[in-house]
């Protein structure tokens, strides 16, 4: 190939990712681990996900809602939204064989992405709180916007938890919107209702 014209490729290669990382406004601070969120590697992400281990543990959770746009009315569609957790025993639970960020967000986990009416479902249990006994239990969530980087929001905590403290209450910021939530039995399942709200809370977000 000739020199010039490779130069001149490399150059325009350059500048179109350039252009690109322009394009996506930097918001919500610091998130490290927020990467994972791209891990879902030949998954096809849909509106409803399954985590692994769901069948094998109990209480089964149905965790659900709708993600709205920043005015908190518009259905926002295209959001992906990546959760992982612990195991009934408070571990983030490894094969040993995990690349990337499963290794210390261990392999339950899951990914969705909105449908046209900003619908989100992910099935799996209640985490176990960490094996120290302080941090009550949680589940980590990560948003991705088509226009934003991803950046994290509240974890889901657990309304009837005695660890959830009234001071670590206080610590929240409601990144997203409350994620304190009740479960309500079911049958099988313990639905987990939670709207999120994107960018409410979210520093740089406008
Ligand atoms: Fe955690």
Same mark, same amino acid.
């Given at each position: 190939?000739?020199? !010039?014209?490779?130069?001149? &490729?490399?150059?325009?290669?350059? @500048?179109?990712?350039?252009?690109?990382?322009?394009?996506?406004?930097?918001?919500?601070?610091?998130?490290?681990?927020?990467?994972?969120?791209?891990?879902?590697? %030949?998954?096809?992400?849909? @509106?409803?996900?399954?985590?692994?281990?769901?069948? %094998?543990?109990?209480?089964?959770?149905?965790?659900?809602?709708?993600?709205?746009?920043?005015?908190?009315?518009?259905?926002?569609?295209?959001?992906?939204?990546?959760?992982?957790?612990?195991?009934?025993?408070?571990? *983030?639970?490894?094969?040993?064989?995990?690349?990337?960020?499963? !290794?210390?967000?261990?392999?339950?986990?899951?990914?969705?992405?909105?449908?046209?009416?900003?619908?989100?479902?992910?099935?799996?249990? !209640?985490?176990?709180? *960490?094996?120290?006994?302080?941090?009550?239990?949680?589940?980590? &969530?990560?948003?991705?916007?088509?226009?934003?980087?991803?950046?994290?929001?509240? %974890?889901?905590?657990?309304?009837?938890?005695?660890?959830?403290?009234?001071?670590?209450?206080?610590?929240?910021?409601?990144?997203?919107? @409350?994620?304190? &939530?009740?479960?309500?039995?079911?049958?099988?399942?313990? %639905?987990?209702?939670?709207?999120?709200?994107?960018?409410?809370?979210?520093?740089?977000?406008?």
């Amino acid at each position: 190939m000739n020199k !010039r014209f490779l130069i001149w &490729v490399l150059f325009l290669t350059f @500048s179109l990712c350039n252009a690109q990382n322009r394009n996506v406004k930097l918001v919500g601070g610091s998130c490290e681990g927020c990467e994972a969120i791209f891990e879902y590697q %030949d998954k096809v992400l849909s @509106s409803i996900d399954t985590l692994p281990l769901f069948n %094998d543990n109990t209480p089964k959770l149905k965790l659900s809602g709708i993600v709205f746009e920043k005015d908190g009315i518009t259905p926002a569609k295209n959001v992906i939204i990546y959760i992982y957790q612990t195991n009934r025993r408070g571990i *983030y639970q490894t094969k040993g064989n995990e690349k990337g960020w499963a !290794r210390r967000h261990g392999f339950i986990r899951g990914w969705v992405k909105t449908n046209a009416k900003g619908e989100y479902t992910f099935f799996t249990f !209640r985490p176990g709180a *960490y094996p120290n006994r302080r941090a009550p239990e949680h589940i980590h &969530v990560t948003i991705k916007e088509p226009s934003k980087n991803a950046y994290y929001i509240d %974890d889901f905590m657990f309304e009837d938890d005695p660890l959830l403290s009234n001071s670590i209450r206080d610590e929240l910021n409601n990144r997203g919107g @409350s994620g304190i &939530v009740l479960p309500k039995k079911n049958g099988q399942v313990h %639905d987990v209702s939670r709207n999120l709200i994107l960018g409410l809370n979210i520093p740089n977000y406008n």
